[in-house]
């Protein structure tokens, strides 16, 4: 088969642009990341970053021995199917997530100084200072070959300004990308304006008439497809059906969302679209949504907040009613330690989900999980003591084949948590010899 299909092809309708995944059309997978050959093709390396909060029931969490993996523990369980597919990385630190003469404030610090490295300045004003997150780092050197350079999302919107922690702003504990020291990157938690950043215009008023003709994304673009449909194989054809069932898919499962009707509010009364009511439900559009990103080549650069740090939400549907951040101050209970634990593991259930849907999406001889790397962790290790060393992280995904994966890698004490990053963007091909704190390069992920 001829292969003349460019691989920034877009089908376009009415405020909509739709990306494709790689077609045989297109010719080989080409890569300007720190792409290995699979069979002859290779494919661009994408890093997500998955933040969890308050820290880990340590004991649960944490492999009985180092090097290959074998039994996990209770929280890891829900990832037994994925145990070649990453890594449980210890010994490592967020140093400037400790006070460091600052006093109280450590779920702020926590969150702000997990990708930057970076000690954030006390303060509840205007004057808040942090640090440059390694995301945002990729995304300014990788950023232009797609269109967006990164997206920021999450389950809790939290506010930019006031004092939420000990004299911290609100913005330290709900952010965690940092364009620049003073610069932080809101996150964006309603799954539909996420949609919309991905396969809309970006304007507001094709948005509008988008909403207003009530129309599928793919309804807006079949003119296109049409025309495309009718130069393809039948594997091209196949997979962009699978391709668009997904789509769809999504778009049903945010207007379900919405089916329920709403008391009529006063007239100068305005409402936004709403998030999902449920919040795994919630957690798994946008984890759609983020694979879909990476998987039409929209963005390589990608954080997802699964909740503030310090979030003290509770989880009723898994038996839990008392708040998260209340229970992690367990005092050493083992009853309010094995509720912990649960919380735990249902967001380690979350990351299989995640994983699973990279998995499954088909790249060249591989999978989009073969061609990612996927930071899952907290900036605090056990929830009661507050500490920010020997902290809980996991890395999963292949990063184009530079990654050995299936292992418990224990690295000396308080190794710096930016050395993980600066390893990661070396993968990327971006050459940073300074990240926040960072001493040297991440060994022993080869």
């Known amino acids: 088969m001829t292969h003349n299909l460019p691989r920034r092809t877009f089908l376009r309708g009415l405020g909509a642009t739709l990306a494709l995944p790689w077609l045989e059309a297109m010719g080989p997978l080409s890569s300007w990341a720190a792409g290995k050959t699979l069979a002859g093709k290779t494919a661009p390396n994408r ?14 969490w944490t492999p009985g021995s180092e090097g290959e993996l074998g039994e996990l523990p209770r929280i890891l369980e829900p990832l037994a199917d994925f145990k070649r597919d990453f ?9 400037k997530a400790r006070s460091n003469g600052d006093g109280g404030g450590d779920h702020a610090r926590a969150l702000s100084a997990f990708l930057t490295g970076a000690q954030p300045r ?27 350079p990164s997206l920021e999302i999450g ?10 922690d000990s004299g911290y702003s609100c913005v330290y ?13 809101p996150k964006e938690v309603k799954p539909k304006m996420v949609f919309d950043r991905i396969f809309g215009s970006g304007k507001q ?31 091209d054809q196949r997979k962009l059906d699978e391709y668009f069932t997904g789509i769809r898919e999504i778009e049903k499962r945010i207007e379900r969302t919405a089916e329920f009707p709403l008391p009529k509010p006063p007239a100068d009364f305005t409402v936004g679209d709403k998030e999902p009511t449920s919040y795994e439900e919630h957690i798994r559009i946008l984890a759609d949504l983020m694979v879909l990103a990476f998987q039409t080549d929209t963005t390589r650069v990608c954080t997802f907040v699964l909740a503030n740090e310090g979030s003290n939400k509770p989880y009723p549907f898994i038996n839990v009613r008392e708040g998260h951040h209340d229970l992690s101050h367990h005092g050493n209970s083992e009853e309010k330690k094995a509720k912990i634990r649960e919380i735990n593991r249902f967001h ?47 890395l999963a995904g292949h990063g184009c084949s530079t990654i050995k994966q299936g292992r418990h890698v224990v690295h000396p004490k308080d190794t710096p948590l930016n050395n993980l990053w600066l390893a990661m963007l070396n993968r990327m091909e971006i050459k940073v010899h300074q990240l926040g704190d960072s001493s040297g390069e991440l060994p022993g992920l080869a």
């Open 348 to 394: 380690t259930r979350q990351l299989a989900y995640v994983l699973g849907k990279m998995k499954s999406v088909k790249e060249g001889d591989g999978t989009l999980l073969d061609h990612c790397m996927l930071a899952y962790g907290s900036g605090n290790s056990d929830g009661n003591a507050h500490n920010h060393d020997n902290l809980p992280i996991l």
């Open 173 to 185: 504990s709900s952010t965690m990308s940092w364009r620049s020291a003073t610069q932080p990157l």
């Open 47 to 60: 890093m997500a970053f998955l933040y969890v909060p308050n820290g880990k029931n340590m004991s649960d």
């Open 87 to 95: 890594s449980i990385l210890t010994g490592l630190t967020a140093d």
């Open 205 to 235: 008023d094709d948005r509008a008439r988008r909403d207003a003709s009530r129309k599928s994304v793919l309804d807006l673009v079949k003119g296109d497809f049409r025309q495309l449909n009718g130069k393809l194989g039948k594997d």
């Open 155 to 164: 389950t809790e919107a939290g506010s930019m300004a006031g004092n939420c």
């Open 122 to 148: 006390k303060t509840d004003g205007t004057d808040i200072r942090a640090g440059v997150s390694v995301d945002q780092v990729a995304a300014s050197r990788v950023g232009d070959r797609t269109r967006l």
